[in-house]
């Protein structure tokens, strides 16, 4: 019992953190939240994956609610990407049954790595695509996201981040978009991994709280503190070593 309050705590104490980091960066988390319950020895596909699309919903769904205030979502911009990312994140769900747990964790890692590589020379500065291609550039990678959001326990918003500075979203604004984007994406994920998943209520009530607390947290200081020259460095260094530790656990298993 007492080992298992100790696992609670730790826990909840991690997932604090983590909300509050990746909520200034429009993610729910879930690249973490994953490895963090893998690491405390929840059972990968049953717990550790359902509970973390589940927190990774929630914290970007809180993050959402602080970005909308301050006016900086773009819902037109970043409706096509919801909508694919929607669509597609079941089936990525769906296909997490017939893909073995070490592939699983070397794509995590691997889609990670290049995620971060590509923040650093994703630029807002460049021209945005014609309204139209737009459309159909964010319906296509928002559904490639979603799935790889639903196959991995995570909602794509590591992915999404930089597709939407590649297509000219200002920093911040992109930034915002992302929860919006991953806030769908991650319930959809949720959804169909739930009827597989054995989650523990007392954990998960903690964790949730944890979650909009940290969520809360990130959000006021990205929208009133954050600079988007740090705010992208920031970000490619977090993903860059999260896909490091994942690469180097990999290899010691």
Same mark, same amino acid.
Not at 39 to 63: D, F
Not at 130 to 138: E, T
């Given at each position: 019992?007492?080992?298992?309050? @100790?696992?609670?705590?730790?826990?909840? *104490?991690?997932? #604090?953190?983590?909300?509050?980091?990746?909520?200034?960066?429009?993610?729910?988390g879930?690249?973490?939240?994953v490895?963090?319950?893998?690491?405390?020895?929840?059972?990968?596909?049953?717990?550790?994956?359902?509970?973390?699309?589940?927190?990774?919903?929630?914290?970007?769904?809180?993050?959402l609610?602080?970005?909308?205030?301050e006016?900086?979502?773009?819902?037109?911009?970043?409706?096509?990407?919801?909508?694919?990312?929607?669509?597609?994140?079941?089936?990525?769900?769906?296909?997490?049954?017939?893909?073995?747990?070490?592939?699983?964790?070397?794509?995590?890692?691997?889609?990670?790595?290049?995620?971060g590589?590509? @923040?650093?020379?994703?630029?807002?500065?460049?021209?945005?695509?014609?309204?139209?291609?737009?459309?159909?550039?964010?319906?296509?990678?928002?559904?490639?996201?979603?799935?790889?959001?639903?196959?991995?326990?995570?909602? *794509?918003?590591?992915?999404?981040?930089?597709?939407?500075?590649?297509? *000219? #979203?200002?920093?911040?604004?992109?930034?915002?978009?992302? %929860?919006?984007?991953?806030?769908?994406?991650?319930? %959809?994920?949720?959804?169909?991994?739930?009827?597989? *998943?054995?989650?523990?209520?007392?954990?998960?009530?903690?964790?949730?709280?944890?979650?909009?607390?940290?969520?809360?947290?990130?959000?006021?200081?990205?929208?009133?503190?954050?600079?988007?020259?740090?705010?992208?460095?920031?970000?490619?260094?977090?993903?860059?070593?999260?896909?490091?530790?994942?690469?180097?656990?990999?290899?010691?298993?």
């Amino acid at each position: 019992m007492e080992a298992l309050t @100790s696992t609670y705590l730790l826990a909840t *104490g991690l997932v #604090f953190a983590v909300a509050t980091v990746f909520s200034m960066m429009g993610l729910g988390g879930g690249m973490l939240y994953v490895p963090l319950f893998k690491w405390l020895e929840l059972p990968l596909k049953t717990v550790a994956i359902p509970l973390g699309l589940l927190l990774n919903g929630v914290t970007s769904a809180s993050a959402l609610v602080r970005y909308a205030r301050e006016g900086l979502v773009d819902y037109r911009g970043g409706l096509p990407a919801a909508a694919g990312a929607v669509v597609m994140a079941p089936l990525g769900a769906w296909c997490m049954g017939f893909v073995p747990r070490d592939t699983l964790l070397i794509l995590f890692a691997a889609f990670t790595a290049l995620a971060g590589l590509y @923040s650093l020379k994703a630029s807002a500065d460049r021209r945005a695509p014609p309204p139209v291609r737009r459309f159909w550039i964010g319906l296509g990678l928002g559904g490639f996201n979603g799935f790889i959001g639903g196959l991995l326990g995570v909602g *794509g918003g590591f992915l999404i981040a930089p597709m939407l500075l590649a297509l *000219g #979203f200002p920093t911040k604004r992109a930034v915002a978009t992302t %929860s919006f984007i991953v806030t769908f994406a991650s319930i %959809s994920g949720f959804v169909a991994h739930a009827a597989a *998943g054995r989650l523990d209520p007392t954990l998960t009530v903690l964790t949730l709280v944890a979650a909009i607390a940290g969520a809360q947290l990130g959000a006021w200081f990205m929208a009133k503190r954050a600079k988007p020259g740090w705010v992208k460095r920031f970000y490619a260094v977090l993903l860059l070593s999260v896909a490091a530790k994942l690469i180097v656990d990999i290899l010691r298993e």
